[in-house]
Structure formats: C-alpha cells, structure tokens
C-alpha cells in the first residue's frame, strides 16, 4: 500500500509540473507577443496612408520623414493627440503588467496572476479607445496603415492575456501544488523509501 501511494502521489506532482510548464510557456508567449506588437505600433509611421505619403503617431512622411507637433494644430488634430495619450497610457499598463506576469511567474502565486490580469484589462481597453479616436482621421484620400492594424492585433492579444492570466490564476487555486507546496522530484518518486532503506542500512 504504502508503494502504491508513493507512486500516485509521484503521477500527481509529474502531472502538476507538466501543467505548470504549459502555462509559463503560454504566459511568456502571449505576454511578449503583446508587448512587441505594441513597441511596434507605437513607433511605427505607418499609421494612416495616403497616396504619396504616410504618417504615425509622431512623424509624417512624403519624401522626407517630419516629426509631427505635440500640440493640436493643422498637422496634429485632436484625434491624434487623444491617441497618442492613450497609446502612452497602454504602453506604461503594459509595462507593469510584463513586470508582475514574471513575479507571478516565478512566485507561482495566484493573486499576481490576477493583477496581471487587471492590468492587461486596463491595457486592452486603453488601446481601444486609443485606436477608436484615431478612426476619425481617416476620410477618402487615406486609409488604415499596417501599423494601425497591428494595433488592433495587440489589443485582440491583450485581451486573450487578460482571459488566459485569469484561467491560470483560477486553475492554480482549485490545483494546488502536491502536498501543499513545490518540492524536489525525488521526494515522490516510487523507490525513494527502497533508497533510504537501502542507505540506512549501510550507515548500519
């Protein structure tokens, strides 16, 4: 009997490490996903395209490449300033939620996985309206650049952040880990009363 609880016990902590891996791995993989197709997005000028020209968040370009004024005027309307504030805003949410997704990660705690959670929301719904008041710069001589729609890309990955960081945080509480805690593999390995045996007798 005490064998046979050795070795469930053994199944339940390989089990447990191998859930725990899939759901670093998809923590790292989403989380960086996110962050670089919003780097990418937010200092891209690809934003809106005309004819001969295109321009981003802070430059416009034709021939020659311009940085875009920081207060409203003709070549920086409101829309844009509404955009690059909240652009601003998903970035430093972003930041902070990357910072605590690898506290959670390495602290296998529940409730920094929620935060993350919180913060990739916030993210996600800054980047919405963020890309929304940009919208309104579009008109029949110009049209959505693939910067603008990659923004819509990260904020689409946000959102399956939030979902996925909610799921992991929620699996971690109802599957705690074997014997309440992490412990060394070889404490659950089937033989490892036969090997204690075997080396208390030969102390003997």
Request: proline residues 4%.
């Amino acid at each position: 009997m005490s064998y046979r609880r050795e070795t469930l016990r053994w199944l339940d902590y390989c089990k447990y490490e191998y859930a725990d891996t899939f759901c670093r791995l998809g923590e790292v993989l989403l989380s960086f996903s996110s962050g670089v197709l919003l780097l990418v997005t937010f200092g891209s000028s690809y934003w809106l395209e005309q004819k001969q020209a295109h321009s981003g968040l802070w430059q416009k370009c034709s021939s020659d490449c311009e940085s875009l004024p920081l207060t409203t005027g003709p070549d920086a309307p409101a829309e844009l300033l509404v955009a690059r504030t909240f652009l601003c805003l998903a970035l430093g949410a972003g930041m902070l939620a990357w910072v605590i997704s690898i506290v959670g990660l390495l602290q296998h705690r529940a409730r920094w996985l929620l935060i993350a959670a919180v913060c990739y929301a916030t993210q996600a719904v800054v980047m919405i309206l963020g890309l929304a008041s940009y919208s309104k710069s579009f008109d029949g001589t110009s049209s959505p650049g693939w910067s603008y729609n990659v923004g819509w890309v990260a904020c689409i990955l946000c959102v399956l952040c939030t979902l996925y960081f909610v799921s992991v945080a929620v699996y971690r509480i109802k599957n705690p880990p074997p014997s309440g805690g992490r412990k060394d593999p070889k404490s659950y390995a089937p033989l490892a009363q036969f090997e204690s045996t075997e080396t208390d007798d030969e102390n003997l």
